[in-house]
């Protein structure tokens, strides 16, 4: 079955641009999320193998997303999207449990490395 | 003199103790975690120590005794006698809530606490016997685990965090240099070095980390093997002290006793004269006691400098320099704090003398110069603080090179380039993740973070300025203060507010007349002696109601690396010594503040730093 995934970010653009990179390996964009608060229910849904998150959205941030993610699912995967210059939203998304980040704009062969580590994490 | 009466104390008694036993319980779940991380052992040990020594003046005996078993089980795994183990967690957890419980209903008279004793010294049993059984049993190999990242690595910071969190899955973390909040600010240059107890092979840890692309290299070895590194130069420790030192802090503190005795005594008669002597000589004891503490936290420079010239050899020999180091003012003394905070940026400013300024020994030869490059570190004691020297006769920095790349960072634009002065365009170099392309050819791809070193001489209350002359050599001026606990400030008041400005900056403090005050491209300033100063109103900085309607504004002229500004505000108090306090990490990133100070009435008062306001 193939790796299931939940892109979460307010701009279409990026969620177009996150899910070409990885529809092209092989991956399911099982579906996307454009603030928080979406991302949760979604997730609830779905249970993906993996979600991407976006830090800057409205309504709910990606860092409160993780958050509530997390104690709804220990084990959920994350990946945060961040733009340069968020380094301390970063640490915070991580320590409240995302588990990797990868940085826009984007190389493709760095979202699909980060993804696949993510991936093998237990 | 009359007998104590403690019940007086018990509520204090009973609050404080239930603050430590609060604390208590997250170290012994952090414990369960990291078991080996010898600070927290240290700091549960100290609790549970304090809440003994309370529970004795107090009369509690069983909490006494249950705290001393306590005590001792950590001494045993302090000494790595025995090993945390779920039930020894467990147990101290037991202690914590029957402590909790005897301290709220006073018993002294408890079998439960009796036989949770009798457990606590099994375990200690248990692990003497075994002790005797296999003496020679080996400690634990930690490893050393050193991480450079590629230089343009994207916030670095969370880089390093992840892979912390990775790490942490097959192995113990037990010590982090730099610290773990500088690591996950990314305030750090190339690389961290991490201390571990490895659960699983280096070989399948070395695997995971080289698995980030953004990770240059990765150097695991056993801690013995370490010699000399320059990582972690100097170890917290214990400090030794004087005896005399000690019997004299004794004596005073004994004079204080009985001065506050005396005290009591005229309060109960209500002797104005003598009530209003004997504060003053109170006063005059606990000054005392500040120098004679300060003194006791005094140590000479020696001891972080005398590791340096190891560390100049091998960075010299690594790039094929010839230098000849030299050290002056080894005996002057510095706070024992300040001094470990110093040691990193010094190294960095050594390190960054041989790497960019000293020139290889060919081209040195070239240009006239003695093959072997001259190093100086100075230190000179001047007023209430010390001036550490870097200095080299390399090849200076260059101007040009340095705009250039400002341009290409997108620091300055095309048309304000002809306004900068030569200090401007120096000054780039302290922008954060500023590198010369020349550096990068050079010492593969090394970070100047000349940014960190001022930020963290910032934080210990100094500045850094140098100096820099084509071919000639660089100098690099540290000031600092010499204890970082307690400093001189002057008092003002702005609009409610009452700020402290640290006396090392002040220049002066004059009346300005509002008249005088010009407004030139909608920024403020007036001439003082031929000199054009910049005028701020310290009410608008921080955005508070101004309290001042009158015609001259008492102002202080602040200077701070030959910046100077002249602050507006609405009152002089006077000037007086502080005890610094940091900020709570919520206010930490208002970059006016240094820290915070209480007044005299209790009330707290912000501390200027003048850097960023300047």
């Known amino acids: 079955m193939a790796v299931s995934i939940l892109i979460v970010d307010d701009a279409i653009f990026m969620r177009k641009m996150i899910a070409d990179i990885l529809r092209k390996e092989g991956y399911e964009i099982c579906g996307e999320a454009e603030n928080g608060i979406e991302a949760i229910k979604k997730y609830k849904e779905l249970h993906p193998n993996l979600v991407t998150m976006d830090i800057i959205m409205p309504d709910m941030s990606g860092i409160d997303a993780v958050q509530e993610i997390v104690d709804y699912d220990t084990e959920a995967k994350i990946l945060m999207v961040s733009a340069m210059g968020q380094q301390s939203l970063v640490v915070e998304a991580i320590q409240k449990g995302a588990k990797d980040y990868v940085i826009k704009p984007f190389q493709p062969s760095r979202v699909l490395e980060a993804v696949e580590r993510v991936l093998k994490t237990k | ?614």
Request: glycine share 6%; charged share 30%; net charge neutral.
């Open chain 2, 1 to 614: 003199m009359d007998k104590i009466d403690f019940s007086r104390y018990a509520d204090i008694f009973k609050s404080e103790t239930r603050e430590y036993l609060s604390q208590l319980s997250q170290l012994i779940v952090n414990l369960e975690k990291s078991p080996r991380n010898r600070e927290n052992i240290d700091a549960i040990f100290r609790n549970f120590h304090t809440i003994k020594g309370m529970a004795g003046t107090m009369g509690y005996r069983l909490v006494e005794m249950l705290s001393h078993s306590l005590e001792d089980l950590l001494s045993l795994l302090r000494d790595e006698k025995i090993i945390v183990d779920s039930n020894i967690i467990d147990t101290m957890l037991a202690g914590t809530d029957k402590i909790e419980e005897l301290v709220e209903t006073g018993k002294d008279q408890d079998e439960d606490t009796k036989s949770l004793i009798t457990n606590i010294s099994n375990i200690g049993q248990g692990a003497v016997d075994e002790g005797k059984k296999q003496v020679t049993k080996s400690p634990v190999k930690k490893v050393v685990c050193e991480i450079v990242f590629n230089e343009n690595t994207p916030l670095k910071g969370a880089r390093a965090i992840v892979l912390i969190s990775d790490i942490e899955k097959s192995a113990e973390i037990v010590d982090f240099s730099p610290s773990k909040d500088l690591i996950s600010n990314g305030e750090f240059d190339e690389g961290i070095s991490l201390k571990l107890i490895p659960k699983v092979s280096l070989e399948r840890i070395k695997k995971s980390i080289l698995g980030y692309s953004d990770v240059r290299s990765v150097y695991l070895r056993d801690e013995e093997s370490e010699v000399h590194r320059d990582k972690g130069l100097i170890r917290k420790s214990d400090i030794r002290v004087g005896i005399e030192k000690l019997n004299k802090l004794q004596n005073l503190l004994s004079e204080l006793v009985i001065s506050k005795e005396s005290l009591k005594g005229f309060v109960k008669t209500e002797d104005r004269q003598r009530i209003v002597n004997e504060t003053d000589r109170i006063g005059g004891i606990v000054s005392s006691v500040q120098d004679e503490v300060v003194k006791i936290r005094m140590v000479p420079i020696w001891q972080v400098f005398e590791r340096f010239p190891r560390v100049i050899r091998d960075t010299a020999k690594e790039l094929g320099k010839k230098v000849n180091f030299e050290i002056k003012g080894k005996d002057i003394e510095l706070d024992r704090s300040m001094l470990e905070n110093l040691a990193e940026p010094l190294l960095h400013l050594l390190r960054n003398s041989i790497y960019h300024g000293i020139e290889t020994p060919e081209s040195r030869r070239k240009m006239g110069k003695r093959e072997e490059g001259h190093l100086i570190l100075e230190a000179e004691r001047q007023r209430g603080r010390v001036l550490i020297k870097v200095s080299d006769d390399g090849k200076g920095m260059d101007e040009d090179k340095i705009l250039r790349r400002a341009v290409e960072m997108g620091l300055v634009n095309g048309d304000k380039i002809a306004g900068l002065s030569e200090k401007d365009i120096l000054d780039f170099i302290f922008v954060s993740g500023f590198t010369t392309s020349e550096v990068v050819d050079e010492v593969s791809g090394r970070g100047v973070g000349m940014d960190v070193v001022k930020t963290s001489l910032r934080m210990l209350g100094g500045t850094l300025e140098f100096k820099t002359v084509r071919n000639k050599g660089t100098l690099f001026i540290l000031k600092v203060p010499l204890t970082m606990a307690i400093i001189k400030a002057f008092l003002v008041r702005t609009g409610k507010e009452t700020f402290a400005i640290p006396l090392t900056f002040i220049e002066e403090t004059i009346e300005v007349g509002h008249n005088s005050i010009k407004t030139i491209h909608s920024k403020e300033l007036f001439i003082l002696r031929d000199e054009v100063i910049p005028v701020k109103r310290l009410h608008r900085i921080f955005g508070i109601e101004n309290g001042n309607n009158k015609d001259f504004y008492p102002s202080v002229i602040v200077n701070s690396e030959s910046r100077k500004v002249a602050l507006i505000t609405s009152e002089f108090l006077e000037h007086t010594d502080i005890v610094v306090k940091t900020l709570p990490r919520t206010l930490t990133n208002i970059k006016e503040f240094a820290g915070v100070t209480l007044l005299r009435d209790g009330k707290p008062a912000l501390i200027l730093d003048v850097p960023n306001v300047v």
